[in-house]
């Protein structure tokens, strides 16, 4: 019976408003690569750039505007290569005046799509099969 997904794909879970997706162990793969195959994959749609907040949570990040973007995290397992993947507000003015209600109210909707869309990315691009 089959998942409608590609081979070597697995979209695992939801947790809360994080994702993750598991595809076959690609230990070639740093976060470096995977950040230059999603700026590649949405050239002239979304931005793609490192992750340039404190810490190190995520590796990149696929924004749409200054109120909506996708962070990503590039994780290498023992068997498996994973991508954990959170939506955020990117422009920290944004967030400061608007995070609780825009987020809440007006664009949930379109936080999901983008998430969505960042997933479907990830399970249909040749590179990560």
């Known amino acids: 019976m089959g998942t409608g997904r590609p081979t070597g794909c697995k979209f695992s879970e939801w947790r809360s ?3 993750v997706v598991h595809i076959k162990q690609h230990p070639e793969l740093t976060a470096e690569k995977a950040m230059e ?3 590649k994959g949405f050239a002239g749609k979304y931005e793609v750039y490192k992750w340039n907040r404190p810490g190190s949570v995520r590796d990149f990040v696929v924004k749409k505007s200054s109120l909506i973007a996708v962070a990503v995290k590039l994780k290498q397992e023992k068997d498996k290569t994973s ?7 990117p422009s920290a003015l944004m ?3 608007f995070a609780g209600v825009w987020y809440a109210l007006f664009s949930r909707s379109k936080y ?3 998430m969505n869309e960042v997933k479907t990315f990830i399970e249909n691009a040749p590179e990560f099969k």
């Open 37 to 39: 195959i999603f700026r």
């Open 17 to 19: 408003i994080m994702a």
């Open 83 to 89: 991508f954990t993947f959170i939506d955020f507000i």
């Open 95 to 97: 967030t400061f005046l």
């Open 112 to 114: 999901q799509a983008m």
